[in-house]
């Protein structure tokens, strides 16, 4: 025991060789190998790589080169991937941006179509409607000719009838039943004329198109001396209606069997007409009017058929003031 040696280390209990550093080194760069990072790995195999040279340990470093290389195509696959991956959402990116404008296009597009088929369907609903209003426009016309050319025929036949006085019971039967024929035919052209006038109202709602053109043919009458009995001998009879408290339906209510010609000599009266004016409007003789105011009398029940007589009871009841049953 006595000779026994005990040999001291100079840095005392606490000393640790360099060998045992070195071995805690290589111990934490093997159990840094357990990462996944890649860029850790290759540093770590660079400086085992580099360790085992200087060792002198060739087959070690070979092998820790290997392993740096391996992992340095790691890395670089790893990178392209990034590149990839990167490359392919914008790649992706650019596809979505471009379907987002295709789809904005497209949706412009169909609004720009849509907002055009509805201008065209409106314009060919009025082109429609136009021409729809000149079809009828031009049916009322030839409505209105037809019922003209109907009444020129009766007040024809009804002044044969009339005025003729050698007509044999036979001929003027046959005539006043081609009157009646007439005055039917008439009736369903006028109703159809009515319905036809309610397309062409007039733009101002306060005057009627009846009413207009009421007044249109009085101011012929009054200044311009013009009437065509047939034409205008119901405007005049809506005229005489609206200005003297209803006179042409009085008067045809009570006096049913008033003719045509008849008609008119007591409307152009009921203006105030002088009755050489009246022949003038008519285009017949004064001493005809005469004889149709003889007639006219008889049916208003008057002993003395005077022109007098006609004209105060005409203008009295055309003020509605004749009070006569």
Known sequence: MENLVIKHYPYGENYISKWDIKKKADSLLYAALGTSDLTVKVNIYSTLYKQAEEDKQYKKAVGYLKKYTAVIDSVRDELKSTEIRELQLKYDKSITLRQNAEIRMNWYLTIAIGFLIVIALISLYFYSLKIYRKQKGKELSQQKQGSIKLQERIDVLQTMVEESENLHSLEREEALNKIIDLQNEKGEKDTRIKQLETMFRAKDISVSSADAEALQTFLRITEQKEYTPAANRDNL?????????????????????????????????????????????????????????????????????????????????????????
């Not at 008119?264 to 002088?274: E, F, R, S, V």
């Not at 009246?278 to 001493?287: D, T, W």
């Not at 008889?298 to 022109?307: A, D, I, L």
């Open 237 to 325: 009879h809506h005229w005489l209606d609206i200005t003297h408290q209803n006179f042409a339906i009085r008067l045809n209510d009570k006096y049913p069997s008033l003719t045509g010609r008849e008609k008119d000599i007591c409307y152009l009266t009921a203006l105030g007409l002088p009755l050489d004016t009246v022949a003038q409007l008519l285009n017949v003789q004064p001493r005809s009017i005469e004889r149709y105011i003889s007639r006219i009398c008889e049916k208003f029940g008057f002993s003395k058929g005077s022109k007098e007589s006609f004209i105060d009871f005409i203008m009295a009841y055309a003020h509605n003031r004749y009070k006569h049953t």
